[in-house]
């Protein structure tokens, strides 16, 4: 199997870029929906994450196992929010458990974002805690394109 990464932090429009690119053919997952489903979780609103270190054995567990399609579109994070807005970095050997064949950064203008998640999720972050976690996404999704020898590109949603 092979993973095309799409990364980018919360509102950046990661999901719209791969509804807009998935098919029949190479379907697309979200990392926090599949943990969700295999821990069954409660949908929530919210971005903070919790526990997000003993949530990844059930995400590469389910990747490596689960999924029979030999290429797929997966979407997720490099890092998130902790509940006082610390960002919490996920750990290399999670990326380097996945085939993970590339990487795409979805990037939009701090304001841009934290009107999305206003509207979509009635959560209003501070832009300067926004604009720290996409800058730390940055150069997360850069250092494991590194460490991964996957390609890396970016792509700014700001004015879709």
Known sequence: MEIQFIAGIHGSGKTTHCKSISSIDVPHFSCSQIIKDCKKLN????????NVDSNQPSLINFINNEIKEDAIILD?????FTK???IHEIEDSVFEAMPIKSI???TASPFVIVQRLSSRDCINHPIEKIE???VRERERAESLS????????IIDTTNF
């Open 43 to 50: 949908p929530t609103r919210e971005k903070i994450a919790s």
């Open 76 to 80: 997720g994070h490099f890092c998130l």
């Open 84 to 86: 006082d807005y610390q």
């Open 104 to 106: 795409t950064l979805i």
């Open 132 to 134: 720290a976690l996409q």
């Open 146 to 153: 590194l460490l991964l020898g996957v390609p890396l590109s």
